[in-house]
C-alpha cells in the first residue's frame, strides 16, 4: 500500500484467558531512523540562515502521493535542463530528489542524486552545499544499513565545517551525535551533542536549542544505569512470581501481582491494542519475512530465549512505505515520531519469552508485526504473546500481518512456549512520543521486593 494508512476497525487489544481471575523537535526533520518524515519539496538555494541538512525552505508533506509527485516533477524538471547549461540548478535539483526518494524508501536511488549532487557541489568550490548534502548522503547510507560507509561521510562533513564553515559546526555535530547515539556509541554521541548545544546556546536560536537538549536528553537516559536498574528489577521480581512458561500458573500467580502491576498500567502511555487486517502491504510483509529469516540464520542472536536480528532494507522500505506513526497514533491516541529503531525476532518450537519490561530506550511505544506464523493444522493450542495489566493476564494471538502496539517499559510482556511444529518471525519497531515527554524515575514506581 502506498500512502497513508485508511482508518480500519480492529478488534480489542486483547482476549482475556478462560481461567483468569477478575517531536524530536530537529531541524534536521527528514533524518529520523528509520523512516524520515515528509516533506514539502520546493528547493531553493541554501541560505545563510537556513539549515544546510534541510537545504532553504523545508516543510511537512501532508501526504505521502503528494511527495511523491513532488519528487516526479523535480525529476521532470531536472530531465529538461539542457546539459551543463545550469550546474547549479541541477545540483539543487538532485539534492532535493535524493531527500524526497529517501523519505520514499528509495535508498539506492538517493544515494545515485545525492551523490551526483555532492559531485556537483565540490567542483563548484560551494563547501557550506558540500556539507549539507554529505550529511544527507551520510543519512541514506545509514537508512539502508551502511553505517561504515555512513559514518565517514558524518564525520568528513564535520571536518570540513570546522575548517571551512564555523556556523555550520552545530549541523554537523547534530547530525552525528544522532548517529552515533543510534549505533550505540553513546560516550561520543554526549561529546558531540554537547558541544552543539553550547555553540547553539551562543547563536541564540531556541528552537536548535531545543531540539539538541531533546537528543542530548535521550543519549543521557540511555547512559544512565539507574534506568537500567530499574527494568531488571522489575523484571527480576516478575520472573520469582509468575511466568509465561506455565499459563496453568497464572490464576493462582495472579492475586500477588495485582497491586503492583495496577501501579505499572496506571503510568503507562499506551495500552496494549491488537491490530488485525490493516492494510499493510503483503508484498513488502513477504519481503520482510524473508529478510529476517536470512538475517536470524545469518548474524542472529539468542537474547530472553528468542532469537534477534537487525532490520536491513525490506524493514526500512516497509517503514517508508507505511506511516507507521498514523498507526500507532489512531489506536493508541498518543502522537509520536516515526519509528527510530527495529528489530527481527524469530521463535522456533519449545522457545518461550519470559515476562519482563523493556528498557527505556525503545520508546514510550512499540509495535510488534507478525511476518510469519506457522503452526500445524488443526492445532487446539498456539503460543501467544501476553501482556499483564491490573485485571489480568491477556493474549493477543498474532497471524501474519497482525500486530500489537503497546508501552513495553511499564506493560509487563512475554510469550508462552511454541508447540510442536510451531514458528514465528516478527519485527518490533520502537516509536518515541512526539511531546518528548520522558520517563523520569521520581515518577516511577520502584520494584517491590
Known sequence: MAGRLRDHPSRPAVRRRA????????????HRHPRPRLLILRPRPEG?????????????????????????????????????IDPARTRVLTRWIGIGLMCLGNHEDARTFLRQSLDLAAASGNTGAVIATRLNLADAHRYSGDV???????????????????????????????HLMERGDLAEARAHLREALRLRIAKGNTELVESTQAALDR???????????????????????????????WAKDFPALRGAVRGLTALQRVHPRHLCDQPFPVELIAAMAEEAEKAVAADGHLHNGKWNAAVGDAASRF????????????????????PHTGVYIGYK???????????????????????????PTGALTAST????????????????????????????????PLGSGESATLVSFGFRARDQALRALTNLLPAPR
Not at 481461567?19 to 527528514?30: A, C, I, K, L, V
Not at 522457545?351 to 510488534?368: C, K, M, T, V
Open 19 to 30: 481461567h483468569q481471575p477478575g517531536r524530536d523537535r530537529s531541524e534536521d526533520h527528514h
Open 219 to 249: 543519549v543521557e537516559l540511555l547512559l544512565g544505569e539507574v534506568p537500567s536498574e530499574w527494568s531488571r528489577r522489575w523484571t527480576s521480581w516478575l520472573q520469582a512470581r509468575t511466568t509465561a512458561r506455565t499459563p496453568a500458573r
Open 385 to 416: 504473546t501476553v501482556f499483564i495489566n491490573a485485571e489480568g493476564y491477556f493474549e493477543c494471538d498474532l497471524r501474519a500481518g497482525d500486530c500489537v502496539v503497546f508501552d513495553g517499559a511499564l506493560t509487563p510482556h512475554g510469550r508462552t
Open 349 to 375: 518450537e519449545a522457545q518461550f519469552l519470559d515476562f519482563h519490561l523493556d528498557e527505556f530506550g525503545f520508546g514510550e511505544a512499540n509495535l510488534i508485526l507478525c511476518l510469519k506464523d506457522e503452526r
Open 148 to 178: 561504515r560507509t555512513a559514518d565517514a561521510l558524518y564525520r568528513s562533513a564535520l571536518t570540513t565545517a570546522r575548517s571551512r564553515h564555523p556556523e555550520l559546526v552545530d549541523f554537523a555535530l547534530q547530525h552525528t551525535g544522532k
Open 319 to 338: 517503514a517508508g512505505q507505511v506511516d507507521l506513526a498514523a498507526v500507532v497514533a489512531r489506536s493508541t491516541g498518543l502522537e509520536v515520531e516515526q
Open 48 to 84: 545563510p540562515g537556513s539549515d544546510p541538512s534541510a537545504g532553504g525552505r523545508r516543510g511537512q508533506c501532508s501526504d505521502r502521493n503528494e511527495l511523491a509527485c513532488a519528487v516526479g516533477r523535480l525529476q521532470e524538471e531536472l530531465r529538461g535542463l539542457p546539459r551543463g
